[in-house]
């Protein structure tokens, strides 16, 4: 991997620990829905819900609750974004331990960083500005200013804007799909929300995001 020159991020379950503003706000938007009789009363642990992370909200609902007519399933989501966006506004959203560190790190190495996730722009600036991403990405692309296409549909993009190797982060199969389909590196997050499965190909596998700093010296 020695001749990568650009490193792209997927954002939660990567650099974003997601669980406290999402499990919170999917808690109470699905309270919501059994009061409206839309769901029945049930008790969700963090990874059954945390496992929707990554997903495009389109893609999630789907899944989740296929029944629900689309406008229903667009007012719910758009309802868990409002909450989440309280939560960060009143800077209740966490980075794993050592996630800008470790990006200072890579971009002082004179690598590209890019950030990828499966989101809307008004979530990825509502991010930027919090934490302060644009001092450390040179560019940030969300899967929702491309009518939420795929990652790999998206790389295309990028490999113009920026040509050359590439090393992809994530803890989804969504980022590990991008190698599918492109010639990249993957490294898969252990610590994020997918599971072993979706990230066993992967060419390393990472148990922290610090363990970049260990691999790209």
Known sequence: MENIKTIIFDYDGTIHDSTKIYSDAFR?????????GEAPWREFSDEEITKWLGYS???????FMPHLSQAKKMRYSSEIGRIMTERI???QAVLYDGALDTLAYLKGKGYHLLYLSNCGPDYMNMHA??????????HMYC???Y??????????????????????????????EVAK???????????????????EDADIILNDIRDLKKILV
């Open 89 to 91: 506004k009143n800077k």
């Open 143 to 145: 899967t929702g200013d």
């Open 28 to 36: 109470i938007v699905y309270q919501q829905m059994v009061k409206e």
């Open 129 to 138: 500005e919090c934490f302060n991403l644009r001092d450390y990405f040179e």
């Open 57 to 63: 909200a389109q893609d999630m609902w789907d899944a």
């Open 181 to 199: 389909y492109h010639k990249v590196f993957t490294a898969g997050c252990a610590y994020g929300f997918g599971t072993m499965k979706e990230i």
């Open 147 to 176: 009518g939420f296409k795929p990652k790999h549909e998206i790389f295309n993009v990028i490999k113009e804007e920026f040509p050359g190797e590439y090393l992809m982060v994530g803890d989804r199969f969504h980022d590990m």
